[in-house]
């Protein structure tokens, strides 16, 4: 069983065909509701390729909260750990524009998310094959769930995005850490090959298109990506991540899962949506075989 800590979001994406200036107005081209947050979206990657999910998060008592864990409930992932509260659920504002997006977070009920919470659910995480969190929900609750995982030897896939609210010491209690290269650079501040070595095994740099780099403790290790044309780039992180997780769940070597992992990024982009595009186990082995489903 994979747990999710994060946040859930209802994703409010407007496309556009020019972006705007300052104190300027332009027509948009399409605007949707979506389901996303970092954490639902890891969620919803896992579970879509096979994995038995828990999510654990915070939803308020409005129409994106009852939307939310309907959509999550409908994706066979259990949210009995899905708490609701006053504060409004959490929105993500989404401007996608010429295939790449900028996105304003306004966290809402995910900052309600407490140590307490985490106390409640100590008996889901220690039966946990692995646990993904990020950092849209307080950091007292991520360093609290940190310690947790690492009390009850339950091994963390952690993504540090936003990247601003890390904190180091945590590298610990951390089992595989997922930067992009940008992210790598504000939390350690060195070019990102040099960094590898100080974490073998452990720090994977994601890079786009081109896959994702780690150090296997004697080499550097290239995992290369597949082109294709991308639609939306929004889940593409979120969907290497949930699957990255399916994978070392499923007993998969770090350069083979990593390798699957970047192949499900590669679907998630050609569709709209962070969570559109999410594929199936069987989408992932089509293209792993050289063909689609």
């Not at 692995?130 to 769930?145: F, G, H, N, S």
């Amino acid at each position: 069983m994979i747990t999710v800590i994060g946040s859930i979001n209802m994703d409010l994406a407007v496309q556009m065909n020019v972006f705007p200036q300052q104190g300027e107005t332009v027509h948009g081209e399409l605007f949707k509701t979506i389901p996303g947050g970092k954490g639902a979206n890891q969620a919803v990657a896992a579970a879509r390729l096979g994995s038995q999910v828990t999510m654990v998060g915070c939803v308020g008592e409005d129409g994106f909260g009852e939307t939310m864990r309907t959509i999550l409930d409908n994706e066979n992932i259990n949210v009995d750990a899905v708490k609701t509260t006053s504060a409004p659920t959490g929105i993500a504002n989404i401007l996608v524009h010429e295939n790449d997006n900028r996105i304003i977070v306004v966290p809402g009920a995910n900052y309600e998310m407490s140590p307490a919470h985490i106390d409640a659910v100590k008996d889901v995480i220690s039966n946990s094959q692995m646990v993904i969190m990020q950092l849209e929900i307080p950091i007292e609750t991520t360093e609290y769930a940190l310690k947790m995982c690492k009390e009850a030897n339950v091994p963390v896939l952690f993504n540090p995005a936003p990247a601003a609210n890390f904190n180091s010491k945590w590298m610990d209690d951390i089992t595989y850490i997922t930067p992009n290269e940008t992210e790598c650079a504000l939390l350690f501040g060195e070019d990102f090959e040099q960094v590898l070595e100080q974490y073998p095994n452990k720090l994977i740099v994601t890079l786009g298109s081109d896959g994702a780099r780690f150090f296997d403790g004697e080499h550097h290790i290239h995992v290369p990506g597949y082109m294709t044309k991308a639609v939306d780039t929004t889940g593409a992180g979120d969907t290497f991540n949930g699957a990255l997780a399916h994978a070392l769940a499923e007993g998969q070597s770090l350069d083979e899962a990593v390798y699957f992992a970047n192949i499900a990024g590669s679907l998630s982009v050609e569709k709209f949506g962070a969570q559109g595009g999410m594929p199936t186990l069987n989408a992932v082995y089509a293209r792993l075989g050289g063909f689609e489903e």
